[in-house]
């Protein structure tokens, strides 16, 4: 790994941006004449419609919804890379319950298809970077929702129609980073459990040992006060100095080592893949019909792609980044949990205790008072670091069970009774 320093790195965007606005008079009509922000909106607002019925696996939405990447990927000068020269990769799932997912085979009754959607920029060069974003999203809301008004339309603006405009505005982009291949990723049955991304690493139409790095997006449209998060920080010793060599913006960045996380990343990190998630963090929106539009921060989108760019120009086209494994919570000793306190951790919270980001109606922590911006600090009297003793606190209550939780609000410490 070889890091340029910083002068050199502005000095070469700027020349390659130069590059890139004598080049880009011709004939595509997105560079031509709409700013970054403006087709990221447009794209956000094409995906979050209401007549995408939430993008849910399988659904007549979804299909829309991955007939417009193609397009759009086709428009950018993509090349097809899913099954026989196709945009499209389909999986087909029998039972779909997230807890017992099995392929099955398409026309077995009661299975569902939906579709990755691939396009690849091949500039000849030895590595690929996968830049991957799910464009599936909660439907109706019957499973997955924290709404609790009955089936209603969830949009997924942030979640994740976000990730797929920031592909897509880097698909564009890096249409003159020679020095690395691009598959562009579009993935599906991600809300359902990483269906799709966990699909795609058993069933890859490259050849993912010349893959030398994942960056996956999901949730990425609402930057606040420059706050983001990167996880998977831990999977190669380099990207702690990449991110800080490439962070010109200044973010406020939260960096989780493990490779396991909510979202798409973690199918290739179990692949032994270096592999990324950036997320500009959880919101009172999140997993509810509220997820709209009007709600994204396109500017802050800008930014983030203005980040991803400086990273891969800093990253060393000729060797693969070295992976490594990450510590991740052992399965065997994390509790299984039979309660809920009904919370939205702040993930990107990074101080003593846990901070909550939303509550859900009827849940112990609504029903004791509990609001969001409260910081758990004891639960069942255990002082709560972080979000690992708070599961691990949580793991050792039972059905039935009250217990005493002391959280911070405006800095004055409160009881709560929690009834669970
Ligand atoms: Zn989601």
Redesign the pocket.
Known sequence: MELIPTANLLSKTLFLGFVTLLFSCGPSKWLATQSDTEQMLEDITFLADDKLEGRTFGSRGETKAGIYISKRFNQLGLKPMGERGTWFQTLTVNNPNPHTVEFAKPGDSGSKSGRNVLGYIDHGAPYTIILGA?YD??GYGSF?SLYVGGPAIHN?AD??ASGVAMILELAQRMQSETEFNFLIMAITG??NGLWGSNYYCDHPTIDLSKVTAMFNF??VGRLNENKMAINGTGTSPVWPDLIKAANLANLNITQGESGIGPSDHTSFYLTDMPTIHFFTGAHED??KPSDDVHLINAEGMDIIADMVSNMIELMDSNEKLPFSKTKDPDPSSTPTMEVTLGVLPDYLYDGVGMRIDGVREGKPAANAGMIKGDVIMKLAGKDIKDIYVYMEALGTLHKGDKAKLVALRDGKEIEFDIQF
Do not use: A, I, Q, R
Request: charged share 30%.
């Open positions: 799910h999203h909660l997955g997924g979640d994740n991600e809300e999901d949730m999140y997993h």
